[in-house]
């Protein structure tokens, strides 16, 4: 029975730790892992260029490879389109999202970020998304182990030409060896970056095959281009001789009109003329020659960043600026969505499988700005819906509107013409809060009953005889008749509020939202006497009791 491995790849292969310890796909100066590499560019043509990609196709990448390297070479325009959406995407921010709220979780999210923060991670990212020209790109993960830890010390380019496909589908990575045999690749140990240009085989989804005619076709106007404005750009020198001219003054009067078109200088026998013929369409054709290259750059430019108003200062036609912005920033977007999928595939949850274990949660990177909330547009919302008794979080709203809790003694912002209002430390909150527990309580007691009952209707009851008012109970019971007359249209929705609220937090949210305009000055003096009245009514109904 063969013995299970407790880590596999993403194929379903079984992941050998040795192995992650070696640098295995390191060029060589010998074998097929060589750096060298050949010019299929050379003497190029339509013939020749669907041979490479039909070889391509069958499996065999390699003079297409070098064909997509020489391109980038030797045109400047797609060298820097396509260089533009690559680096527009490295270096786009990066965020890491704990797998959970669990301590362990948070920990990997911490040690990740913190590993995303080196200054090489850019040129790296850079190096994945060749992926965009070629189709796929391979990253050789180089692991640190040295003090029993697991963590990428470094990402290594790898060239596409050192690696192949399954002949079965075309899809399956594989590795070619030092003496050329396909391998599959070691579990845990390569980044395999595939970002489509569309549908279909790795081989065939790169920009790259665009480029390649529109580069071809390019190549050819302007040789011929070069070819117009060495020769016919320039007048047609004409030189005459006379009947009796010899042959060694017919070659003299040769290489007299031959030198005018470089050196400008020239001397003839006096009986010779030379005239100067203008051509007079010389910048109608000129124009033709810049109009078709001009023509297959923008080509070029719709294919890798899907417009040309930002790459080939063509302005009004279709959309204005603004919009073929967004059209950049879209593909942009669905670039860094991605690469963030390759990445958390191919390094993230190996690197947590290796280091705290198979099968566990593993935080999640996003790479790309995401879009900004709309601050007007939700408090406008926040603020209706309020207005109708939906309750919201104000803890929330602080998160999502990026402000922090104000602390006691603290300057804060308020409307003109409203008093500030007091901020009281955590003790205060809790003896304030005690406080209206035990009044709402009883507010929401008396909301089903047809009024409060006084102290001495209360001693009456107990004692079953009629008794003299005593001065501290009539107190009392003027503070609490005086306090019922003032939150007696509040005790219903009050009530109702008690009902709804999960915490006293959400309680007093809902209590500020819904008596926003209540000056709760005079409230809160009466319901303190009014507590410390009954209070002390409330002795003097024992001692009354005990003494009689």
Known sequence: MARPYALVDPYGRPVVRSTLKEEIAAPTTSGVRSPITSYPGDGLDPVRLGSILREADRGDPMQYMELAETIEERDAHYLGVLGTRRRSVSQLDINVEPASGDPIDKEKAERVEKWLKRLELSDELFDILDAIGKGYSFTEIIWDSSSGQWEPKRLEARDQRWFRFETYDLRTPLMLTESGQKEPLPGFKFIFG???AKTGLPLRSGLARVAMWCYLFKKYTERDWAIFT?????PVRLGKYGPGASK???????????????????????SMQIEFVEAGNVGTTNDLYKSRADWLDQQVSKAVVGQTATTDAVTGGLGSGKEHRQVQEDIEQADANSLSAIINRDL???WMDLEYGPGGNAPTVLIGTPEPEDIAALSTAVTALVGVGFRVSQKEMRTRLGLSEPEAGEEILIPPGQNVPELRTETETARRGSIFERFLAAAKYQSGQNGPETHDQSQRRSTGRTAPPSPVGLSADRLVEEAQSEIE?????????????????????????????????????LLQEALMAAEAAGWAAIEEEAGG
């Open 348 to 350: 993230i949850r190996p």
């Open 230 to 234: 060495q020769g016919y750009g320039q």
């Open 194 to 196: 595939q970002i489509k």
């Open 248 to 270: 060694e003054d017919r070659q003299k009067l040769l290489r007299a009109v031959s030198n005018i078109a470089g050196d400008f200088a020239a001397i003839i026998p006096e």
């Open 489 to 525: 249209g509040m005790v219903g929705s009050i009530a109702e509020m008690l009902d709804r609220a999960n915490s006293y937090e959400e309680f007093a949210e809902m209590v500020g939202n819904g008596f926003h305009d209540l000056d709760d000055r005079r409230f809160r003096t």
